[in-house]
């Protein structure tokens, strides 16, 4: 059964990098694409991109170029940057498991990490 | 970019009732939504795909329907644990996800 696994610095300073990584386990990441997806406190969630097991990412056009997400197949791994950050990018962070390309149902996920953008 | 809307954005409802949930597209979506369910300190999770789809294991008195641009989730005999938070999410042109419909106990 595969399982996902966040991780990464629970405080991060405006205007620096949020980096975090999904670590898969009970399965290959190179079977399905993988998404990252975040909830402000007291607001929806908000999908941020996945990436396909070739590498390819799509991401949501409102974080503009500020996103960046890859994969590790040797670690069974993928990350997600984000730049520039400020305190409208602090939320609960979950990754996702995107089961195919005909529904993009997000079936397995992460407990989410806290991520908190402040000085 | 795909808007989702969602209505209403809270809903009190009593055990045993009967809820719908809207979501409403700002084009034509066909039917490629999907449902979560979100409860406080736990992960999202997959109700519904591609419109009208129960995933497996998600108990029947979940139903979802619509197409184009309008859908909805409907609950029967609410129970307890559907206390939660609901979101659509359109996959037509990437993703996008409603506001979310939180349902509480009445």
């Known amino acids: 059964q595969v399982q996902l696994q966040e991780s990464g610095p629970g405080l991060v300073k405006p205007s620096e990098t949020l980096s975090l990584t999904c670590t898969v386990s009970?399965?290959?990441?190179?079977?399905?694409?993988w998404s990252w997806i975040r909830k402000p406190p007291g607001k929806g969630l908000e999908w941020i991109g996945y990436?396909?097991?070739?590498?390819?990412?799509n991401h949501n056009p409102s974080l503009d170029s500020r996103v960046t997400i890859s994969l590790d197949t040797s670690k069974n791994q993928f990350s997600l940057k984000l730049s520039s950050v400020t305190a409208a990018d602090t939320a609960l962070y979950y990754c996702?498991?995107?089961?195919?390309?005909?529904?993009?149902?997000?079936?397995?996920w992460g407990q989410g990490t806290m991520v908190t953008v402040s000085s | 970019d795909i808007q989702m809307t969602q209505s209403p954005s809270s809903l009190s409802a009593s055990v045993g009732d009967r809820v719908t949930i809207t979501c409403r597209a700002s084009?034509?979506?066909?039917?490629?939504l999907n449902w979560y369910q979100h409860k406080p300190g736990k992960a999202p999770h997959l109700l519904i795909s591609?419109?009208?789809n129960l995933e497996s294991g998600v108990p029947s008195r979940f139903s979802g329907s619509g197409s184009g641009t309008d859908f909805t989730l409907t609950i029967t005999n609410l129970q307890t644990e559907d206390f939660a938070t609901y979101y659509c999410?359109?996959?037509?042109?990437?993703?996008?996800f409603g506001g979310g419909t939180k349902l509480e106990i009445k």
């Open positions: 999410q359109q996959y037509d042109n990437l993703l996008t």
């Open positions: 009970g399965g290959s990441i190179s079977n399905s694409y």
């Open positions: 990436i396909d097991f070739t590498g390819g990412t």
């Open positions: 591609d419109a009208s």
């Open positions: 996702a498991r995107v089961r195919n390309l005909y529904d993009l149902g997000m079936d397995v």
């Open positions: 084009q034509d979506i066909n039917k490629f």
